[in-house]
């Protein structure tokens, strides 16, 4: 069995800073490609980032200049800092993960309120 749990959310004003937490446990092989995705209420889940195991990154548009995805891959964890917030960042944010021998795994999401 596998788990990914996320930590580090909660309620920010806008213009505030969070930084999420995923780590993954488990009888794990390898973990390839990590990702933050979001869905806020009524709407899809939506990719926010995503890192390879070697560190590159991607990020959706709503994202870029704002957020931050690293891994540390000795600790089979995922981060997403997050900057400037803004009230439609706020939704539950989930970590995944393509885990060996698993396949594409998900936390239980963790919950990003932006509200003065």
């Known amino acids: 069995q596998v788990q990914l749990v996320e930590s580090g959310g909660g309620l920010v004003q806008p213009g505030g800073s969070l930084r999420l937490s995923c780590a993954a446990s488990?009888?794990?092989?390898?973990?390839?490609?990590m990702a933050w995705y979001r869905q806020a209420p009524g709407k899809q889940r939506d990719l926010v980032a995503i890192?390879?195991?070697?560190?590159?990154?991607n990020y959706a548009d709503s994202g870029k200049g704002r957020f931050t995805i690293s891994r540390d891959n000795a600790k089979n964890m995922v981060y997403l800092q997050m900057n400037s917030l803004k009230p439609e960042d706020t939704a539950v944010y989930y970590c995944?993960?393509?885990?060996?021998?698993?396949?594409?795994?998900w936390g239980q999401g963790t919950q990003v309120t932006v509200s003065s």
């Open positions: 488990g009888h794990i092989l390898s973990i390839y490609d």
């Open positions: 890192i390879t195991r070697g560190g590159t990154t």
């Open positions: 995944n993960a393509e885990i060996e021998p698993f396949g594409s795994c």
